[in-house]
């Protein structure tokens, strides 16, 4: 036979909507031994569309993935100014428990930036089976971590200068940061004026899931470093050579990957294979 002939991993991708939140799956067409869910969810003035290079590759290690978007945000329902500007991080944690309980099953759950510090008090409340904040908004126990107030009376959005100098390391081309910078959403003051200024607390001993704290060496936001955060939870950590925050979106993208993936296989139980019989004893 010839190795042309060989199929690549097949693919699956399935567009859903979870109590008015656009949910996009990417998974295996087949079943793997890899029975969680896999998670994710976008940080401030982004999307789901933030995780489109990590869904295929997880999905493609055997993950069925979850990306979605918090409410008035690529895909999920609308929110009227005066409501958005006083929505508060305990209004993105319930838009993140209705998916969790949709999905069924205890996921991993991973967040990125404001994401994180949503999914970090998420998982007080919900049965997960792993935790991993990316480049994450910590929680009080570090302090305040925005050094600049955020007006309450106007969603946020930086300019496009200063949003590629905050969120990429490396030199992105302007054709690709101008796709990315019109993608992005004006967040809402009030989530970012209350993570950012150290009023989010976390109970570390109602977190029984293994955590991994992943940041980005030259990260040129607040957020504190990955071991900073880890010491929170007592979890692991990884430090990625020259990645800004949105490392997943950079070149070094399915490096980070590959290490998040070989920890969540070492931390998350798999269930036995049995062992092949060897070809002269099948019957």
């Not at 998916?99 to 049965?127: D, T, Y």
């Amino acid at each position: 036979m010839s190795i042309l002939s060989l199929e690549p991993v097949a693919l699956d991708e399935a567009d859903h909507v979870v109590e008015g939140l656009y949910v996009k799956e990417c998974s295996p067409a087949r079943p793997t031994q890899i029975a969680a869910p896999l998670l994710m969810l976008h940080g401030a003035c982004h999307g789901w569309w933030v995780w489109r290079k990590w869904q295929p590759f997880f999905a493609a290690a055997g993950w069925r993935t979850f990306a979605m978007s918090l409410r008035n945000h690529p895909g999920s329902y609308p929110v009227p100014e005066a409501d958005y500007l006083r929505l508060t991080v305990a209004d993105y944690v319930q838009d993140l428990l209705a998916v969790c309980r949709w999905l069924g099953r205890p996921p991993v759950l991973m967040g990125h930036s404001m994401g994180g510090i949503v999914v970090q008090k998420a998982a007080e409340a919900a049965e997960i089976a792993a935790l991993v904040p990316v480049a994450a908004i910590g929680p009080a126990q570090l302090g305040r971590q925005n050094p600049a107030d955020i007006d309450p009376a106007r969603p946020v959005l930086y300019p496009p200068e200063a949003a590629r100098k905050r969120w990429f390391h490396e030199a992105i081309p302007d054709a690709l940061f101008t796709g990315f910078y019109a993608a992005l959403v004006p967040e809402s003051s009030g989530v970012l004026g209350e993570a950012g200024m150290g009023r989010i607390a976390v109970d570390p001993e109602r977190i029984g899931a293994p955590v991994l704290c992943v940041g980005g060496e030259h990260d040129a936001t607040y957020v504190p470093k990955a071991d900073r955060l880890a010491a929170v939870y007592g979890g692991d950590w990884i430090t990625v050579p020259d990645a800004g925050h949105n490392m997943m979106l950079e070149s070094m993208a399915i490096d980070v990957a590959q290490r998040i993936n070989q920890w969540l296989l070492g931390k998350l139980p798999l269930p036995r294979v049995p062992a092949p019989q060897p070809a002269h004893l099948e019957m």
